[in-house]
């Protein structure tokens, strides 16, 4: 006898995750592995009954700091509010300037602005070094000037010692974007941890992911407590600090924000952070396997001459396409085997929003190379076969 004579209403399917209609890319973008681990990691929070800011984030900032060799980390929401908070400690409001490449991810030029402060959009380096240069971070420095943002671009360490020169020259804050680059190192130290303050994202692609999340570093104790109450709407003590007895009451001096950090992405993160080093190592092979096979080859150049002085984090794969060779009709090439790619990043200064603030400065390498940039895939398990079809797919669009 059928279900329906019965009157017995068969169960629904399962309801698809709408990613699962996406393309089915022989060689994503980015991937994430899920196993048992993170499985159990996030299944202990939800058991425990306790979900929003606790021991578990806690636990992450413990090791995070531990891990960069600062004093202190405050798990934040996303990498944007790390961004926004780190910009107001050290003091940017109306009327200031802060010093921003404009080939990066539109967040920082966005917290900036957030702040009341201005962004002023500095060059990077050449052709074979995206980071930010020196030089130009020079030529835009002025009497307004209140901080430096820098962007370890891709993974990529910048040059430190002439920034730093140059803001405590002048009595002014560095902000390290270390989005790209947690576990890359510059002259031995931590990237995020060189400046007044680094801020990490966790988003779902990054090196270290949780899906949403955020990390802020730093030395400097008066920072560290300034973050701390803008983290969570200005108030003196935590949820936490209450439920565990440690507190009563609490005050709100200062108009802060909620960008406190969930258990269940610290749980997350915990995971990712001890398998961090060996997951860079991973990409460092890809990264490898793309340079061995590409740079130099039919006028593609693949940016970041290796140093000594220092370990990039690996998390972008960018080549630079040969002049004059036309880059949607390139990725259309890729696309069509299967490859997935992606553009990192459209400058900021050119965006309509960012045009309306004024007059933008020069940015002639940024310009000269923004329209032939091309991310190809690069995460820990993607294998030296699918990789080597990548190449073979570079090859034959070229």
Request: glycine share 8%; charged share 20%; net charge negative.
């Amino acid at each position: 006898m059928s279900r329906a004579s019965t009157g017995i209403r068969a169960a629904p399917s399962p309801a698809r995750h709408p990613a699962e209609a996406a393309p089915a890319w022989v060689v994503p973008l980015s991937d994430i592995e899920v196993d048992r681990e993170l499985e159990e990691a996030v299944l202990g929070v939800l058991r425990s009954g306790w979900w929003s800011m606790g021991p578990v984030v806690e636990q992450l900032e413990r090791e995070l700091a531990a891990f960069c060799g600062v004093a202190h980390a405050l798990a934040v929401a996303n990498g944007s509010a790390a961004l926004h908070l780190a910009l107001l400690a050290v003091g940017c409001g109306p009327g200031d300037e802060v010093v921003v490449p404009s080939l990066s991810f539109v967040a920082a030029a966005n917290a900036i602005v957030h702040t009341g402060a201005t962004p002023v959009f500095c060059d990077v380096v050449g052709p074979d070094d995206l980071t930010t240069s020196p030089d130009d971070v020079e030529a835009a420095l002025g009497p307004a000037t209140r901080a430096i943002v820098v962007m370890h671009y891709g993974g990529y360490p910048c040059a430190m010692d002439r920034i730093l020169e140059l803001a405590r020259a002048r009595g002014i804050a560095v902000v390290e974007d270390a989005a790209h680059a947690p576990g890359a190192r510059w002259r031995g130290k931590a990237c995020g941890a060189i400046g007044d303050v680094g801020c990490f994202s966790f988003f779902a692609n990054k090196n270290l992911p949780t899906g949403e999340g955020g990390m802020v570093v730093t030395d400097d104790d008066a920072l560290a407590e300034r973050m701390r109450l803008l983290r969570s709407h200005g108030m003196t003590t935590l949820t936490w600090d209450r439920h565990r007895g440690h507190a009563h009451a609490y005050d709100v001096v200062e108009h802060g924000f909620n960008y406190r950090l969930d258990e269940l992405r610290a749980a997350i993160g915990l995971v990712e952070l001890g398998r961090l080093a060996a997951a860079n190592n991973a990409r460092a092979r890809v990264s490898e396997l793309y340079r061995a096979a590409l740079d130099g080859t039919a006028g593609l150049r693949v940016p970041f001459v290796p140093s000594p002085q220092v370990v990039p984090a690996h998390h972008l794969a960018v080549v630079l396409l040969p002049e004059g060779r036309e880059r949607d009709g390139f990725r259309a090439a890729l696309a069509a085997r299967g490859v997935q790619t992606s553009v990192h990043y459209p400058p900021i200064h050119r965006f309509s929003r960012y045009r309306a603030l004024g007059a933008a400065r020069p940015l002639p390498v940024t310009d000269a190379v923004a329209p032939r940039l091309v991310t190809l895939p690069l995460y820990p398990s993607l294998s030296v076969e699918r990789a080597s079809l990548v190449v073979d797919a570079v090859l034959a669009a070229l």
